[in-house]
């Protein structure tokens, strides 16, 4: 049945969760809002927040992982970084059915986008150039490990993504780059990180307060520091 994996708890939709991040210099926060069951699985509204530029997109989960409607994670820090963002394609789930997600689980998804500079930073004559790129990443999952970042320590999913991505130019040889994130269920992204550098590191986990009488409902996989 396709309820049966949903809410994905590798990407928990789950209304009222918000998840704050530091990105570089800046944080970045994601709240899940207006969470709607239907025959695939859930829908919602995903807020997203950055330097005080609020944007927000669809996710669904259903029964071959959970989409977004920027195409996932790079979609997303482009939305948030000011650029204005058109999704011209987007290809697999941003991270798949939990059956995938095991040690030597694999995935492959593929974003094309068209970008364009903010209002504020129009060249003479009022130009924002367009600029088409095309993501294609390869994910595979390491395996099970303790990682601590600023909200705490989690055990989580080591994933190493090598992404591909590409100018608008058919001849374009491209760019590769490996990267990790890490998963935590019931939680969802806690760290990515390139290299030596840490793009992306969880600062605090936010519920809505329970009901009177109701215990709080705590993300699996997270111990006391």
Request: a positive charge; hydrophobic letters at 35%.
């Amino acid at each position: 049945m396709p309820q049966a994996s949903c809410p994905n708890p590798y990407f928990p939709l789950e209304e009222g969760l918000r998840l704050t991040y530091r990105a570089g210099r800046s944080e970045l926060s994601l709240a899940t809002r207006e969470v709607k069951s239907t025959p695939e699985g859930l829908t919602s509204t995903l807020a997203v927040d950055m330097k005080g530029k609020v944007g927000s997109t669809e996710a669904t989960c259903s029964a071959d992982g959970v989409r977004t409607g920027v195409g996932g994670l790079e979609g997303t820090l482009l939305s948030a970084s000011g650029m204005d963002v058109e999704v011209v394609s987007s290809e697999g789930p941003v991270v798949p059915a939990p059956a995938a997600m095991v040690p030597g689980g694999t995935w492959k998804n593929s974003l094309s986008v068209k970008l364009r500079p903010p209002e504020s930073s129009k060249l003479p004559g009022g130009i924002r150039p367009v600029l088409s790129s095309t993501f294609d990443k390869e994910a595979t999952v390491v395996g099970e490990e303790d990682v601590t970042v600023a909200a705490g320590t989690f055990k989580a999913l080591k994933v190493r993504n090598v992404t591909t991505a590409r100018s608008g130019r058919a001849d374009s040889p491209g760019r590769t780059l490996e990267s990790y994130i890490w998963f935590a269920p019931g939680v969802g992204i806690v760290k990515v990180a390139t290299g030596e550098n840490t793009d992306l590191e969880l600062l605090k986990v936010e519920r809505p307060t329970p009901a009177p009488g109701r215990p709080e409902k705590k993300p699996a996989g997270t111990r006391k520091r």
